[in-house]
């Protein structure tokens, strides 16, 4: 099983939302935290909003602050990201990663994300 897959990416207009979806395999992956990054043509990849399940705490990229919070279902087994307010600078590659218990990374494949004016 893949240990990550991420959903929900599409083409929007700005201002419009979107709710990306990721889904933890639970037979393959316990982790201790989890998080989205994104990756636009050209740049690195960036860190968007992140969270710890040990002390609780989370981080949001200073870009996405107030737009972008991250969500988790234990009993889905699934890691949200409700993106509203998208701008042009928002599109990019979104990723899904997690790090397991024995401090391996993953990653999703990436879902694309577009922002139209």
């Known amino acids: 099983q893949v240990p990550l897959v991420e959903s929900g990416g599409s083409l929007v207009q700005s201002g419009e939302s979107l709710n990306l979806t990721c889904t933890v395999s639970?037979?393959?992956?316990?982790?201790?935290?989890i998080g989205w990054f994104r990756q636009a043509p050209g740049r690195a990849r960036e860190g968007v909003s992140c969270l710890s399940l040990g002390t609780g705490s989370t981080y949001t990229a200073d870009a996405v602050k107030g737009r972008f919070p991250i969500s988790r279902d234990n009993a889905k087994n699934t890691v949200y990201l409700q993106m509203n307010s998208l701008k042009l600078e928002d599109t990019a590659v979104y990723y899904c990663a997690a790090t397991s218990d024995h401090e391996e990374d993953y990653w999703g494949q990436g879902t694309q994300v577009t922002v139209s004016s």
């Open positions: 639970p037979a393959t992956l316990n982790y201790h935290f």
